[in-house]
């Protein structure tokens, strides 16, 4: 299968995979060669691809995945390996986010209040992949 990933900033991945585990936002799926057409939503987490024989994960955030006629198209604002990730800048990102939350808990519409609730459950589900990962 074709699989390839894209970000706002840039195509992360485009290659052959016999594989792929990813977090959909209704659990975690599998897609292997064969797999039916779809589109589906997908959440923060890893997601782990088998190529020339070889498993490797990235974190990726929010966005959705297709799968057409065997190629796979993931469109993501984030995909970053464990090594690309910085764990100082998250957490500086989680507190801000945190303390905005927080702090302003009151004049913040709805959507605002939702907005900084993704971004500290992105910065925590990154976190965690990095902690597993790395150590």
Request: glycine share 6%.
């Amino acid at each position: 299968m074709h699989f390839k990933i894209i970000t706002p900033l840039r195509t992360a991945l485009d290659l052959d995979v016999t594989g792929l585990k990813l977090p959909a936002t209704q659990g975690e799926m599998e897609v292997l060669p064969g797999h039916a057409d779809l589109i589906t939503s997908v959440a923060n987490g890893e997601l782990t691809y088998t190529a020339a024989g070889e498993a490797k994960s990235l974190f990726v955030g929010g966005g959705f995945l297709q799968v057409e006629h065997g190629d796979v198209l993931l469109v993501t604002d984030t995909a970053l390996e464990a090594a690309a990730i910085d764990t100082d800048t998250v957490q500086a990102a989680l507190e801000r986010a945190q303390k905005a939350l927080r702090d302003r808990a009151s004049v913040l519409s709805r959507e605002e209040q939702a907005y900084l609730e993704a971004c500290i459950a992105k910065q925590l589900a990154m976190m965690e992949y990095s902690r597993i990962k790395k150590h």
